[in-house]
């Protein structure tokens, strides 16, 4: 049993910083989207996010069309949520 103890806080930083992987994007659509063309694309998602990589706007981008709509953005909102 002793040398599970050892375990635990190992497990539960883990455990942090699984859940921190993930970057958080949260803002409002029309923040999002400068130019009001009723999508985000890459440019205007890394100027709000500076340090965002791809990965996460292709995870907000559900068709992979390079275009985040509104649905999508919501999506993305709800399942990354704080």
Request: hydrophobic share 40%; aromatic share 14%; proline share 7%.
């Amino acid at each position: 049993m002793r040398k599970y103890t050892r375990l635990w806080p190992c497990l539960s930083l883990l455990a942090v910083l699984a859940c921190a992987t993930h970057p958080v994007h949260y803002a409002e659509f029309d923040a999002v989207d400068h130019d009001a063309s009723g999508t985000i694309e890459w440019h205007e998602f890394k100027a709000i996010y500076p340090e965002a990589s791809p990965k996460s706007f292709l995870e907000a981008d559900r068709n992979k069309d390079g275009e985040i709509t509104p649905d999508e953005w919501a999506t993305y909102i709800e399942r990354f949520a704080p």
